[in-house]
């Protein structure tokens, strides 16, 4: 039979709340359960689908970036190749902006290295190392910048649907599919 502590169950409650807070303390998985996993993401991955809110990542970009030019035979493609610790991240989006006489090919480039690791089961926490952007009309940069700053750690969900790959970081979701 349990002895009595004199300590209500609301107390008790309160006790686990302040002692099991993110900010004090992580989840780490073992090495024979991290290496496996490590191993299955290594490898080039290319994003099958990007949708930021339900909504596909082209269209928004063209939205926000371009302030909802015209953007003819718009193309999206994304590539994650993951090694050791690093991830290279490509990206590229390419059309004809504008219409007639005014228009012109349009090319954004963006290429970063990430440093990653696992944050728990589930969880890849990863932090942009060094990058650039480049945007190119008619075959000029109109606008190049580099990485500023490496930035905070972004934790970032995962998950295999099949032989798939799921990424997830709130609204934003990509599926990518191995690379031969």
């Given at each position: 039979?349990a002895?009595?502590t004199?300590?209500t169950s609301?107390?008790?409650?309160?006790r686990?709340?302040?002692?099991?807070s993110a900010?004090?303390g992580?989840?780490?998985l073992s090495?024979?359960?991290?290496?496996?996993?490590?191993r299955?993401l290594?490898?080039r991955?290319?994003?099958?689908?990007?949708e930021?809110a339900?909504?596909?990542?082209?269209g928004?970009?063209?939205?926000?970036s371009?302030?909802?030019?015209l953007?003819?035979q718009?193309?999206?493609?994304a590539?994650?190749?993951f090694?050791?610790r690093?991830c290279l991240?490509r990206?590229?989006?390419?059309g004809i902006?504008g219409?007639g006489?005014?228009s012109?090919?349009?090319?954004?480039?963006?290429?970063?290295?990430?440093?990653?690791?696992?944050a728990?089961?589930?969880?890849l926490?990863?932090?942009?190392?060094?990058?650039y952007?480049?945007?190119?009309?008619g075959g000029?940069?109109a606008?190049?910048?580099?990485?500023d700053?490496a930035?905070e750690?972004?934790l970032?969900?995962?998950r295999?649907d099949?032989?798939?790959?799921?990424l997830?970081?709130?609204?934003d979701?990509?599926?990518?599919?191995?690379?031969?």
């Amino acid at each position: 039979m349990a002895k009595r502590t004199g300590v209500t169950s609301s107390e008790i409650t309160e006790r686990i709340k302040s002692a099991g807070s993110a900010e004090r303390g992580s989840y780490n998985l073992s090495a024979a359960t991290a290496e496996p996993l490590r191993r299955k993401l290594r490898g080039r991955w290319t994003v099958a689908s990007h949708e930021v809110a339900g909504e596909a990542y082209l269209g928004r970009f063209i939205a926000r970036s371009l302030k909802g030019l015209l953007l003819r035979q718009g193309a999206y493609r994304a590539e994650y190749e993951f090694k050791d610790r690093l991830c290279l991240k490509r990206v590229e989006i390419s059309g004809i902006l504008g219409e007639g006489e005014e228009s012109a090919v349009y090319r954004y480039r963006l290429g970063v290295a990430l440093s990653w690791d696992l944050a728990g089961p589930g969880l890849l926490s990863i932090r942009p190392e060094l990058g650039y952007q480049c945007t190119e009309i008619g075959g000029d940069a109109a606008a190049v910048k580099e990485l500023d700053d490496a930035g905070e750690d972004v934790l970032v969900g995962f998950r295999f649907d099949g032989s798939d790959l799921v990424l997830e970081e709130g609204e934003d979701r990509k599926i990518l599919e191995r690379m031969p």
